[in-house]
């Protein structure tokens, strides 16, 4: 369906039908002015730089699972756009650990593992971090 809206379009266009963007121009300055398609154009280009980068949304995905009774696995993934928060990595693992224990109801927590790094997909990498946290039961 859409092949053919877009061929349809494509087709008027090329024929010499009357253009979908009016003609007319914007003026800034005085000597300053854009005209309807160039806004046009202007303003589908942010809109897809926002769409793909999303900048409201998190910067990194975190997963949690439960091993045993005292122990848990935390993942961190990383959008693969972002505007920063590489050294995010560690203090969203210290959050989810002690949000885990609290959860557990435990004194605290130990860090049994940690390691992070890049996955090289294609189009473009994405940065990951993964731990093991031991959890400390309360001591009666």
């Excluded at 800034?28 to 280009?45: K, Q």
């Excluded at 926002?50 to 848990?72: F, G, M, Q, R």
């Amino acid at each position: 369906m859409n092949r053919i809206a877009i061929t349809s379009v494509a087709a008027a266009m090329l024929a010499g039908c009357s253009p979908i963007v009016p003609s007319g121009t914007i003026e800034v300055t005085e000597s300053i002015s854009y005209t309807y398609a160039e806004v046009l154009g202007a303003a589908v280009i942010l809109a897809a730089m926002w769409y793909v980068i999303d900048p409201l949304a998190p910067n990194w995905e975190i997963k949690d699972s439960k091993l045993d009774d005292t122990h848990y696995r935390i993942d961190l993934r990383k959008k693969r756009v972002s505007t920063g928060g590489d050294g995010e990595a560690i203090d969203l693992f210290h959050r989810q650990a002690e949000a885990l224990a609290g959860h557990a109801k435990a004194q605290g927590y130990t860090i049994v593992s940690w390691n992070e790094g890049v996955e090289s997909d294609f189009p473009i990498a994405r940065r990951w971090a993964r731990g093991v946290i031991e959890v400390q039961p309360v001591t009666r």
